[in-house]
């Protein structure tokens, strides 16, 4: 299993990763014009993000995006994971782990990342449970929030 980091041309496989993740876990249709007009501006815009891939043999077997966020409490940024997307024929042979360690790598790269953060649905227990089991903890913060459609 190798992890790099995606390209351009990557961005129909994560289109529609992005879209098979928010069916499963929240029913939601998301439209192929906005999700890939989205995954196409943080692929061409370093400052919004960057997404990783795992593959063996040439073959998307997951990925995730990473996302930014300032810090004025701690003069740092977080590391915000999302868009994780595991090939339901692919889980159980550590997809995410091992993306979720090359995130920690790059991570520690850089001075001014403190942490790693990222949200759950509720309902995902078997996501939460990787997640714990990879050292990350459960914060005391709830998630609120005012979408404009």
Known sequence: MKIRPAV???????????????????AKHLPDKVILAGVRRQLDDASLGFYLIAEDSGNALGCLGITFEWSDWRCGLFWWIQSVYVDPDQRNRGVFSNLYAEVKK????HDDVIG?????????????????????????YRLLEDEFA
């Open 8 to 26: 351009l041309s990557d961005d129909q496989c994560i289109a529609s990763f992005n879209q098979a993740m928010a069916l499963e876990t929240e």
């Open 106 to 109: 790059l991570a520690s790269q």
């Open 116 to 140: 790693i953060r990222l949200y759950a649905e509720k309902e995902n227990t078997r996501a939460i449970r990787t997640y714990l089991r990879l050292g990350m903890t459960e914060t005391p």
